[in-house]
Nanobody, 122 residues
Framework: QVQLVESGGGLVQAGGSLTLSCVAN????????MGWFRQAPGKDREFVAGIFATGYSTYYADSVKGRFTILRDNFKNMVYLRMNRLQAEDTAVYYCAAGTYADPNPHQYHYWGRGTQVTVSS
């Protein structure tokens, strides 16, 4: 059974940093692209960042480019999202997902975690 579990969320002041982690079990992790999405209250789920299976290519939403970094460790079956210079607008539940392509389209992803809450106070 495939399981993705996020951790590392919490409450942080604007301008601060957080690193989210996601561990994947039950799949050949190195064969999957990984993505981070987020969903704020009353809004649709949106793409944040994606990384291809090899880790050599990454994609970011314009809203986080230059502030967030997606990384993966294929030996540990882990994907990370380093978030710097956090803003109140970054407040959301953050989800990791595994799929075929590191693509903003959520339909490209086959497996999803349950999410971790990030709250940025202004």
């Amino acid at each position: 059974q495939v399981q993705l579990v996020e951790s590392g969320g919490g409450l942080v002041q604007a301008g601060g940093s957080l690193t989210l982690s996601c561990v994947a079990n039950g799949l050949t992790f190195s064969s999957y692209a990984m993505g981070w999405f987020r969903q704020a209250p009353g809004k649709d789920r949106e793409f944040v960042a994606g990384i291809f299976a090899t880790g050599y290519s990454t994609y970011y939403a314009d809203s986080v480019k230059g502030r967030f970094t997606i990384l993966r460790d294929n030996f540990k079956n882990m994907v990370y999202l380093r978030m710097n210079r956090l803003q109140a607008e970054d407040t959301a539940v953050y989800y990791c997902a595994a799929g075929t392509y590191a693509d903003p389209n959520p339909h490209q992803y086959h497996y999803w975690g349950r999410g971790t809450q990030v709250t940025v106070s202004s």
